[in-house]
């Protein structure tokens, strides 16, 4: 049984650190073909993908066929959103631009059981407690479950440290595109300042326990920011995968 962050992301992928893909397309023959490929964990992308909780809990089986655990990216910290992830099988979840130790409070209780959160349970009636087959699943669940609250703006990153600070809070993981837009920066020119950033997130994770993880930005490669301490990092995705795949095709035979 996990006893920290760190060991839970070991549990789910087997390595730490681990790399992860995007899955943004809402079928599940795109999941089962991503999770075949070999990454150590999916993320499924509910918050920018078109998937809704009937769909996700398809991608999550199919997922599941090429024993690839899955966390759930949201588009907030909603109690209900959270329950339909989490019911549907996911190892965790993705709470996008997290700001404040009061939204990071909100995640907490939404994803835990009690003591330390109040999300409810019934596992007779889902998919993540097997139906009623699986009777320890609420007893471990927060020791297993894997909570990601991503830094995505200047008052985010302020409130790291103390975001990272909360019990369940298991990783902090940096959001490069929408904090460039906070800052006005422009993400294809700026470096620098995120890598700054990124910087400042993981030590305030680290110094709590906490795990660090990222998305690459054009000029800062997934490698990079495994070499600068994170424990997760987004290594592709499937639409710029299918883009990239396609126009090779095209380049591959001129006219």
């Avoid at 996990?2 to 060991?7: I, K, L, M, V």
């Avoid at 907030?76 to 099988?89: E, I, M, Q, S, Y």
């Avoid at 103390?162 to 470096?191: H, N």
């Amino acid at each position: 049984m996990a006893t920290n962050a760190r060991d839970k992301l070991k549990n789910l992928t087997g390595t730490v650190p681990a790399r992860c893909f995007g899955i943004d397309i809402p079928h599940p023959m795109v999941a089962e073909i991503a999770g075949r490929v070999g990454p150590e964990l999916a993320v499924v992308d509910c918050e920018h993908g078109q998937i809704g909780p009937e769909r996700a809990a398809d991608m999550l089986r199919a997922l599941d066929l090429t024993g690839t655990p899955a966390l759930v990216r949201l588009g907030d910290a909603g109690a209900g959103r959270v329950k339909h992830a989490l019911d549907a099988g996911a190892a965790g979840v993705m709470i996008p631009y997290v700001e404040t130790v009061e939204e990071a409070h909100a995640a907490i209780r939404a994803f835990y059981t009690p003591p330390l959160g109040a999300r409810g349970t019934a596992t007779i009636v889902t998919r993540a407690g097997g139906f009623g087959a699986d009777p320890d699943y609420v007893r471990d669940w927060n020791a297993t479950g894997l909570l990601a609250l991503q830094i995505e703006s200047g008052r985010g990153l302020a409130a790291a440290s103390e975001i990272a600070a909360l019990p369940g809070a298991d990783m902090l993981f940096f959001g490069p595109y929408d904090y460039a837009t906070d800052r006005r920066l422009d993400p294809a020119d700026s470096d620098a300042a995120l890598m700054e950033a990124f910087r400042a997130m993981t030590v305030a994770a680290n110094a709590a326990g906490k795990l660090s993880g990222a998305f690459p930005w054009p000029g800062i490669a997934p490698a990079a920011l495994l070499a600068e301490g994170a424990d997760l990092v987004a290594v592709a995705s499937d639409p710029r995968g299918l883009m990239q795949g396609l126009r090779a095709g095209l380049d591959a035979c001129p006219l």
